[in-house]
């Protein structure tokens, strides 16, 4: 009987262990916090992704550092462009997703970065990695590096609160 408690409680903990809060840094000096264990990986144009769930399974959440400087986009063009940057980075942006249509979209200065905030309605999409109803997305740079916060929304529920949450949680040490 002790043997089967025993294991009973190494499951439990475990299984909260696994489903706890974790800081992750997604580049030099930066950090944000997902709520589940977080996947890694690097694909073949050399961006790192990070992709995680928490136990709320209808939202994804994701975050991207790439850094454009090995493309010709140093950091000191990054600041000379200014918000004129994100106008092109997001018709990129909208042309390699696809059957995307754009909700709601703006610059806004958040931790300190001038960012561009999106709302996608991504219900089309063919993609089963960013398969849902809506994407909310920051995206920022650092130097070169762009970095983006993601949440994949699959419901018609509310989930600002979470959203909010994850973009919130973005540590920039300076």
Request: with cysteine.
């Amino acid at each position: 009987m002790k043997k089967y408690l025993l294991s009973f409680a190494c499951l439990l903990i475990s299984g909260i262990l696994l489903a706890q809060p974790s800081s992750f840094a997604i580049g030099e000096k930066i950090k944000v916090t997902f709520p589940g264990p977080v996947d890694s990986n690097t694909n073949e144009m050399g961006a790192k992704l990070f992709r995680s769930s928490g136990k709320d399974t209808t939202l994804k959440y994701s975050a991207l550092a790439f850094d454009l400087a090995p493309m010709g986009l140093q950091a000191e063009m990054v600041s000379s462009m200014g918000d004129a940057l994100w106008d092109q980075m997001k018709s990129g942006m909208l042309q390699q997703l696809g059957n995307v249509e754009l909700k709601k979209d703006e610059i806004v200065q958040f931790k300190g970065k001038s960012c561009l905030k999106m709302e996608l309605d991504i219900s089309k999409l063919e993609s089963k990695e960013i398969k849902g109803k809506s994407l909310y997305s920051i995206s920022f740079f650092a130097g070169s590096v762009l970095h983006q916060l993601s949440v994949t929304v699959n419901t018609t529920e509310n989930k600002q609160k979470e959203i909010d949450e994850f973009f919130n949680s973005l540590v920039i040490e300076q």
